[in-house]
């Protein structure tokens, strides 16, 4: 079973979160994707975090963006139920 957002966040390099806070909604680059499962994140369709994938590139979830957004914003989105 693969961590929800709010569980690998904290477990990604500073640079893979400084990244996504940066580009938000942009196509995730296959480092950051890398980083992502490394810190207990896995890509599957059915994963909450998961947005479109596909010749234009990865992308989050408008939920995951707007989770992003409240972390650079200072503040702490709550936990999600599911993955």
Known sequence: ???????WWPRL???SRDWLIANNGDAVP????????????????DAW????SGPTGF????EAI???EA???GETPGP????
């Open 30 to 45: 296959a480092r950051v994707i890398s980083s992502v499962t490394d810190a207990g994140g896995v890509v599957s369709a």
């Open 71 to 73: 972390v650079a914003n």
């Open 59 to 62: 992308y989050l979830s408008d």
């Open 80 to 83: 999600r139920g599911d993955s």
């Open 66 to 68: 707007d989770w992003i």
């Open 13 to 15: 390099s500073q640079e």
């Open 1 to 7: 079973m693969s961590a929800s957002l709010d569980e």
């Open 49 to 52: 975090w998961v947005g479109q």
